[in-house]
Nanobody, 115 residues
């Protein structure tokens, strides 16, 4: 059993949309802040978006206005809605949960934006 289960990645055309999901255990969801990171081959992993247990959010400049992170408390799931996708958004996307020095990573899901 893994603490974070991701889904929603895939192939999409430029300008299209995808929604990533990260299902967390109840204990993790209630106590940890959560976020989405991405990493392209040969590049550093970067924070895309994060959300606290109080629903405060922050975004990378490159995705502001296009991506939205949200929490579904009933289903203990965090979403990343990605609109107006660009080829440069192509990467492996990772869900993350953190609380002080403690953290978990999802397995990653591939997002490819190409015509």
């Amino acid at each position: 059993q893994v603490p974070l289960v991701e889904s929603g990645g895939g192939l999409v055309q430029p300008g299209g949309s995808l929604r990533l999901s990260c299902a967390a255990s109840r204990n993790i969801f209630s106590a940890y802040a959560m976020g989405w990171y991405r990493q392209a081959p040969g590049k550093q992993r970067e924070l895309v978006a994060a959300i606290t247990t109080g629903a405060s959010t922050n975004y990378a400049d490159s995705v502001k206005g296009r991506f939205t992170i949200s929490r579904d408390n009933a289903n203990t799931t965090v979403y990343l809605q990605m609109n107006s996708l660009k080829p440069e958004d192509t990467a492996v996307y990772y869900c993350n949960a953190f609380r002080g020095p403690y953290y978990y990573w999802g397995q990653g899901t591939q997002v490819t934006v190409s015509s």
